[in-house]
């Protein structure tokens, strides 16, 4: 049995069409059968909500009087992309205010802009002879625009890597923060209700299919930027009238420690056309697998700590080398429901009606990543091989008289079988001295959560950990944690001198 689409739309039309929600599926399949829930069943609304950074809108300000060709624009203090026409701009989402005290950014604008808010726009241009003025700063309702298109280059991930952080320090991430040595994991997306977790083929999902967007009607334009659907990270790009649009599917949020982001909710609805497509709408938690990856490791390309499902992170914890550690959602799955819910009320009251891709998206394609032609510095190609230590078991008297011979500022400390085991300064000589003779033994003085570096790491991660610790030099280890090399602010500082001449 099959079902066509003009058949599903006509049962829209006149009422009869019955709708229901990605997680009531599941059930009626085991209930009815793949062939009953296609007899029952015309169409499955999904839903997410979550923060989707890759977003913003283009505006059409309409002309002043006399008439300006907009250079440079900034919405409250946020700049927005002017080099497209003379009052047209595009805001992203994530781009941050240049003078508030407070996390401030496109995403924020957008929201007051949708809440009925108003937003200053100030612009400036060098004039011409058609557009002779210089400047301008005025006030404007999202009425007052002329057009305001959402167009959202990358939202709805079909799947996303759950994270964790292996190191000792609390990072600060898009996936929100990550407390040190797996003390939790983060994870986003809505699981069963996830659009593209429904339709992972990409059959029915397309160009031209009608969307839910922020609370009001848009549209697929077609892949999203990043799209990698053949390893399950697809993306969508969407567009829609932000003056249909409601804050309450349309948030701004600041991850601390990154920056600002914006919330969305995005619904598609799913046509039942045969049997496939009910397999596919009939997905659970517990069939769709992520893993969970240590976004300790500063790369590209990071380990993977485990392989877990929806339903396990939606447990509220998971199990990494033995260990249960507490997991939480960045994104929302009362409000991705909420979505669900409200696109099948659009379908029940006859408000919108179907359709399929006018262009099918690749279910196959694979992102690739950065060419990068100029070689990454790494940390062996600038750091120190001389390096002089000292044992732990030895007086400190002797370590001062190795940093003042060694020009040195820090000594690494070594165990009996020459592993690093901590780090001495200059400071932590001089406090030894006025210590009344108490302390003798470097042990009794040293530093033993070493902050410590490796030969192939990039040397801007390298700089990024001398900032973040407040420290002027890292000693540089191998596998087996032996010392093969210190490197030192100076180090990185005639490097970067070298970048910004060049």
């Given at each position: 049995m099959e079902k066509s689409l003009d058949l599903i739309n006509a049962r829209i039309r006149d009422g009869s069409a019955r709708v229901v929600t990605a997680d009531e599926m599941p059930g009626i399949v085991d209930?009815?059968?793949e062939e009953g829930a296609l007899a029952e069943v015309d169409v499955v609304t999904t839903g997410t909500f979550g923060a989707m950074c890759s977003s913003g809108a283009f505006f059409n300000f309409?002309?002043?009087d006399p008439p300006i060709r907009m250079e440079r624009i900034w919405l409250n203090d946020v700049e927005a992309y002017a080099g497209i026409a003379a009052v047209d701009a595009y805001l992203g989402?994530?781009?941050?205010a240049e003078s508030k005290d407070q996390p401030y950014g496109g995403a924020h604008v957008l929201e007051e802009l949708v809440a009925g808010g108003t937003v200053e726009l100030r612009a400036t241009a060098h004039g011409t002879d058609c557009y002779p003025r210089r400047s301008i700063t005025t006030e404007l309702l999202l009425e007052d625009m002329n057009q305001a298109i959402m167009v959202n280059p990358r939202n709805a991930y079909q799947c996303y890597n759950a994270a964790t952080n292996t190191t000792d320090r609390t990072?600060?991430?898009?996936?929100?923060?990550?407390l040190p040595r797996c003390g939790n994991v983060s994870y986003s997306g809505a699981g069963t209700l996830s659009p593209l977790a429904n339709d992972p083929t990409f059959r029915v999902i397309g160009s031209g299919v009608p969307i839910f967007l922020g609370g009001g009607e848009g549209m697929i334009i077609g892949e999203g930027t990043q799209h990698s659907a053949g390893t399950g990270f697809g993306t969508l790009m969407v567009a829609g009238d932000m003056?249909?649009?409601?804050?309450?599917f349309l948030r701004a949020a600041v991850m601390n420690g990154y920056g600002v982001t914006m919330y969305i909710g995005v619904g598609v609805p799913i046509p039942v056309l045969d049997t496939e497509i009910v397999r596919r709408t009939a997905v659970r938690d517990e069939d769709l697998m992520t893993s969970i990856v240590d976004y300790g490791t500063p790369r590209r390309d990071r380990p993977v700590l485990a392989r877990v499902s929806y339903a396990?992170?939606?447990s509220g914890s998971v199990e990494i080398g033995g260990e249960t550690v507490r997991t939480s959602s960045l994104s929302s799955y009362r409000k991705a429901l909420e979505v669900a819910r409200e696109l099948k009320a659009w379908i029940e009251a006859g408000k919108m009606e179907l359709a399929l891709p006018t262009r099918r998206i690749d279910p196959a394609k694979r992102v690739r990543p950065m060419r990068e032609t100029a070689v990454t510095p790494r940390v062996r190609d600038i750091m120190n091989r001389q390096v002089i230590s000292v044992t732990e078991d030895e007086e400190i008297q002797v370590a001062a008289k190795r940093l003042l011979r060694g020009e040195t500022n820090h000594l690494p400390v070594l165990d009996g079988n020459g592993t690093?085991?901590?780090?001495?300064?200059?400071?932590?000589i001089s406090k030894a001295v006025v210590s009344d003779g108490r302390l003798r033994l470097v042990k009794d003085i040293m530093t033993r959560e070493v902050i410590k570096t490796s030969p192939d790491e990039s040397v801007d991660i390298a700089a990024q950990k001398l900032e973040h610790n407040n420290i002027s030099a890292l000693p540089v280890v191998d596998a087996t944690n032996r010392v093969v090399g210190i490197l030192s602010a100076i180090d990185l500082g005639k490097l970067f001198g070298g970048r910004r001449r060049r």
């Amino acid at each position: 049995m099959e079902k066509s689409l003009d058949l599903i739309n006509a049962r829209i039309r006149d009422g009869s069409a019955r709708v229901v929600t990605a997680d009531e599926m599941p059930g009626i399949v085991d209930e009815l059968g793949e062939e009953g829930a296609l007899a029952e069943v015309d169409v499955v609304t999904t839903g997410t909500f979550g923060a989707m950074c890759s977003s913003g809108a283009f505006f059409n300000f309409g002309h002043a009087d006399p008439p300006i060709r907009m250079e440079r624009i900034w919405l409250n203090d946020v700049e927005a992309y002017a080099g497209i026409a003379a009052v047209d701009a595009y805001l992203g989402a994530t781009q941050e205010a240049e003078s508030k005290d407070q996390p401030y950014g496109g995403a924020h604008v957008l929201e007051e802009l949708v809440a009925g808010g108003t937003v200053e726009l100030r612009a400036t241009a060098h004039g011409t002879d058609c557009y002779p003025r210089r400047s301008i700063t005025t006030e404007l309702l999202l009425e007052d625009m002329n057009q305001a298109i959402m167009v959202n280059p990358r939202n709805a991930y079909q799947c996303y890597n759950a994270a964790t952080n292996t190191t000792d320090r609390t990072l600060h991430t898009y996936m929100g923060t990550l407390l040190p040595r797996c003390g939790n994991v983060s994870y986003s997306g809505a699981g069963t209700l996830s659009p593209l977790a429904n339709d992972p083929t990409f059959r029915v999902i397309g160009s031209g299919v009608p969307i839910f967007l922020g609370g009001g009607e848009g549209m697929i334009i077609g892949e999203g930027t990043q799209h990698s659907a053949g390893t399950g990270f697809g993306t969508l790009m969407v567009a829609g009238d932000m003056k249909q649009m409601r804050q309450e599917f349309l948030r701004a949020a600041v991850m601390n420690g990154y920056g600002v982001t914006m919330y969305i909710g995005v619904g598609v609805p799913i046509p039942v056309l045969d049997t496939e497509i009910v397999r596919r709408t009939a997905v659970r938690d517990e069939d769709l697998m992520t893993s969970i990856v240590d976004y300790g490791t500063p790369r590209r390309d990071r380990p993977v700590l485990a392989r877990v499902s929806y339903a396990d992170l939606k447990s509220g914890s998971v199990e990494i080398g033995g260990e249960t550690v507490r997991t939480s959602s960045l994104s929302s799955y009362r409000k991705a429901l909420e979505v669900a819910r409200e696109l099948k009320a659009w379908i029940e009251a006859g408000k919108m009606e179907l359709a399929l891709p006018t262009r099918r998206i690749d279910p196959a394609k694979r992102v690739r990543p950065m060419r990068e032609t100029a070689v990454t510095p790494r940390v062996r190609d600038i750091m120190n091989r001389q390096v002089i230590s000292v044992t732990e078991d030895e007086e400190i008297q002797v370590a001062a008289k190795r940093l003042l011979r060694g020009e040195t500022n820090h000594l690494p400390v070594l165990d009996g079988n020459g592993t690093l085991v901590g780090i001495i300064t200059t400071y932590d000589i001089s406090k030894a001295v006025v210590s009344d003779g108490r302390l003798r033994l470097v042990k009794d003085i040293m530093t033993r959560e070493v902050i410590k570096t490796s030969p192939d790491e990039s040397v801007d991660i390298a700089a990024q950990k001398l900032e973040h610790n407040n420290i002027s030099a890292l000693p540089v280890v191998d596998a087996t944690n032996r010392v093969v090399g210190i490197l030192s602010a100076i180090d990185l500082g005639k490097l970067f001198g070298g970048r910004r001449r060049r």
